[in-house]
Structures are given as structure tokens and as C-alpha cells.
């Protein structure tokens, strides 16, 4: 569990609140409604509030490098997950073909990201949604991957074709912004493939695709 997630659920539970280590504007927001009740002890308003705070407000506004725009797909189940890594997959079409598959109901399909050879994405689903992309599946012991994995596909077949630098840096750019938001272990161990946790079944990604997401995010969380 990473330090900033660690200390979110401290103050959490100091104030009085859900207890989900999830950093972000909403929990702030949670927060300062919480510390205006009376009974809250004034020494919690001090100390680590403050620290939690003043990372908040310090972490630099950045503008997403790739464009990212939500469609949002009928293929998703109603249930929602509590995402712990992400699965690697390729669609084995081109870009808009899979955009409209996966938006298209009758196809049963879907991805939480589907990114193109120039690093553009589409979002299909909000994190905590239930996509359909594992299938029969298992993970660390785990089945069902769709119950607790996003995914993340890259266009046509990547067992015939290298991954391009866009595609990467857009891959790197769409998981690092979740590491810290859901305490992702930074040793990369619950980033995987849809070969991983379908053996036999599927092949995607191709090993050099996998290799070259997990290098690059290994030199992004440096």
C-alpha cells in the first residue's frame, strides 16, 4: 500500500469518513464538509490534515499529452468492481471498427479503453464499471477477471505488428494516473495480459507489447 494511500485512510478515519484511501478532489471535499462537525477533536484539523492537504493542492495540474474522449458502451454489467490492475489486450481490428464494436449492444464486448496507433483513446467505462473484455478468466488464484481488473486494448493484432511509441506513452499515461489513485503495487505485479489470464484461450498481447508497456512504466514511476 503506497504512503499517500496510507495516510488518506488515516485521516479518513480520523474525520470520520469511508475509509477507501482513494486521493483525489472528492475525498478533499468529504474531508472539509466532515471537519466542520463539532465534534470533531481540533487537533485532528492540524497535523496530518494539513499534510494530506497540502499534497493535494501541490500535485501539479497536467494536460493529458494523448486526446481522450468517453463513449460510453452498453456492454458493461451492472455490478461494479473495485479495480486492483489492469489487463492488456489487442482488439484485432483497426481503431474505428473497435470503437463501433464495442459500442454496438449485440456485440457483447467491451474494454474500458480502447487506444489508437497515434495515442488517442476512447473510454467506454468509468473504472468501477464491469466491462466485458477477460472472459473466462484467472488471476493471482482469482476468477472472473472482469470482477476486479480494467482493461486496456491496443488496435489490430500485436502478435503481427510492434507496438508504436504513441501507443505506449498513451498505455503509460492512462495506468500511471491510476496507480496512486488505487494503490496499485509499483512493481507493475497486477499489470498483466489477456494471455496471462486466459491460457490457451487467448494470445494477446504479443510478449514484445507486454515488454514495452512495463518498461516504460517502470521508467515513468521512477
Given at each position: ?7 488518506t485512510?488515516?485521516?479518513q ?7 477507501d ?5 472528492n475525498?478533499a471535499y468529504?474531508?472539509?464538509?466532515a471537519?466542520e462537525r ?7 484539523k ?9 499534497n493535494?493542492?501541490?500535485?501539479k ?5 494523448f486526446n481522450?474522449v468517453?463513449?460510453l ?16 489486450h489487442h ?10 464494436w ?7 464486448v467491451?474494454y474500458?479503453t480502447?487506444i489508437?496507433?497515434?495515442g ?6 468509468d473504472?468501477?464499471?464491469r466491462?466485458w ?7 493471482k488464484?482469482?476468477?472472473g ?11 489490430g493484432?500485436?502478435n ?13 499515461e492512462?495506468?500511471t494516473q491510476?496507480?496512486d489513485k488505487y494503490?496499485?503495487?509499483?512493481d ?8 496471462d ?6 494470445d494477446d498481447?504479443?510478449i514484445?507489447?507486454?515488454k ?11
Open positions: 500500500m503506497s504512503n499517500l494511500k496510507t495516510l485512510k488515516q485521516i478515519r480520523l474525520v470520520g469518513t469511508a475509509a484511501g482513494i486521493y483525489g478532489r475525498t468529504k474531508i472539509l464538509r471537519l463539532e465534534e470533531v477533536k481540533p487537533e485532528v492540524k497535523g496530518k490534515v494539513q499534510l494530506w492537504f497540502a493535494l493542492f501541490k500535485k495540474s497536467t494536460t493529458p499529452k481522450e468517453v463513449k458502451t452498453p456492454n458493461k454489467s451492472t455490478s461494479k468492481i473495485n479495480p486492483l490492475g489492469v489487463i492488456l482488439s484485432g481490428g483497426s481503431y474505428n471498427g473497435g470503437v463501433s464495442i459500442l454496438n449492444k449485440d456485440s457483447n467491451s474500458h480502447l489508437n496507433v497515434d488517442s483513446r476512447t473510454v467506454f467505462c473504472d468501477n464499471e466491462a473484455h477477460a472472459g473466462s478468466s484467472s488471476f488464484g482469482r476468477k477477471c472482469n470482477g476486479f481488473m480494467l482493461g486496456v486494448a491496443f488496435t493484432n500485436t503481427s505488428r510492434e507496438l508504436t511509441t504513441a501507443e505506449v506513452d498513451s498505455a503509460v492512462y495506468i491510476r496507480l494503490g496499485w503495487p509499483k507493475l505485479s497486477t499489470i498483466t495480459t489477456h494471455r489470464v486466459s491460457p490457451g484461450r487467448k498481447v504479443d514484445r507489447a507486454e514495452k508497456v512495463l518498461e516504460a512504466l517502470a521508467k515513468a514511476i521512477k
